[in-house]
């Protein structure tokens, strides 16, 4: 068995009748390369839970990344790959994906995998807590591939933020089955809230290439533009107006100071940790004054923590698993940034 990369994704050749004849270990180990090959975000979130929940976090990721890597590509009809993902879904739910014509792509044995560890290593609540949200990131990948070359209301793109961003913290928290009690739900929604909106800003130039305008009606009316929806050089210039970023700025503080404080009461450490980077990490472009389309967000020791790990991906994942709890108990923002954080938060007033 070889895996070939191919514009559909990683392809198994010769592909074996039932995806569960896939090696657990290879499902477990590909699914990590094809993260860490990403960048540390991607790749460090399944270092963090236990071994079962690392591995069943891993290859569920891993399979929503792929998919959303081949339905970005330019030219395809990502309604109708998304819509044969969805039965793929359906057909390892009932137990298991067949292949076609010999040839099988290898994030559906990720997928199968996934699945079968789903349904034997957690409960019902969980299960149905899990199934829930992959309806709601199927759904929002449907309503993206729907609003290419379309301007969205400001209730339809929270709709969208709703459906995606926070709908795969939901998954990540439960999967990961992170100590975060009754404050697990309300922490998915403020940081990906946060994470939603920031991503709009920070990948706007190259989502508006792809066909995405990621501003909403509401912002062209206040920008005064509502007449030029399809001028891509004006939305370009509307996306660097200072006050347009200033306001999205604030907003997106505030979200995720919240999140921070909910993040106080976990008695969990870890858990605690986690949303207090996170939260750094996702406020460090506006704070650090990198908050324009094209920068990035990054977690600061990660590339070098990637780079001590070794190539075998469960050898890696025992390492890793121990040096990223002591990466989460250092902060990502310097005291001084953070107190300039809760100050334009609570003196909206000030600018800097």
């Known amino acids: 068995m070889r895996v070939v990369a191919t514009s559909s994704g990683l392809l198994i050749e010769p592909c074996p009748k039932k995806f569960r004849e896939v090696p657990y270990l290879t499902c477990v180990r590909t699914a990590r390369k094809y993260l860490r090959l990403r960048d540390f975000l991607h790749y460090g979130s399944q270092l963090i839970p236990e071994r079962i929940e690392s591995e069943t976090w891993s290859m569920a990721w891993a399979y929503i990344r792929e998919v959303d890597d ?3 590509r330019p030219n395809v009809d990502a309604t109708a790959i998304l819509r044969n993902e969805w039965e793929k879904v359906e057909e390892a739910l009932a137990g298991g994906v067949a292949c076609r ?3 099988g792509l290898l994030r559906h044995a990720w997928l199968d995998r996934f699945f079968e560890n789903l349904f034997e290593y957690y409960d019902s609540r969980e299960v149905s807590r899990v199934l829930e949200t992959i309806r709601k990131l199927y759904e929002s990948a449907l309503m993206d591939a729907y609003r290419r070359g379309r301007l969205l209301s400001r209730r339809e793109m929270m709709k969208l933020i709703y459906y995606k961003a926070v709908a795969f913290f939901d998954l ?3 999967l990961a089955r992170f100590r975060m009690g009754t404050y697990a739900p309300k922490l998915a929604e403020l940081l990906g809230v946060g994470l939603g909106m920031l991503d709009d800003i920070l990948d706007a130039f190259y989502d508006l290439e792809s066909g995405y305008i990621n501003l909403t009606r509401e912002d062209l009316e206040e920008l005064q533009a509502l007449a030029h929806p399809n001028d891509r050089a004006m939305i370009k210039r509307l996306l660097a107006n200072r006050r347009f970023l200033r306001a999205k700025a604030l907003y997106i503080l505030k979200v995720l100071l919240r999140a921070r404080s909910i993040a ?7 858990a605690r940790n986690l949303v207090l980077r996170l939260t750094e990490v996702f406020a460090a472009p506006i704070l650090e004054g990198r908050f324009v389309p094209g920068a990035k967000y990054f977690f600061k020791g990660g590339r070098i923590l990637l780079k001590l790990l070794p190539s075998d991906e469960m050898l890696a994942y025992e390492i890793g698993h121990k040096l990223v ?7 990502q923002l310097t005291p001084a940034l953070i107190k300039l ?3 334009l938060v609570e003196e909206p007033g000030k600018q800097r």
């Not at 106080?264 to 870890?270: A, G, M, S, V």
């Open 325 to 331: 709890k002591k990466l989460l108990s250092i902060p």
């Open 341 to 343: 954080w809760i100050r």
């Open 101 to 103: 014509e010999g040839r």
């Open 70 to 72: 081949v339905v970005d």
């Open 264 to 270: 106080w009461k976990l008695r969990d450490p870890l």
């Open 172 to 174: 990540y928290f439960t």
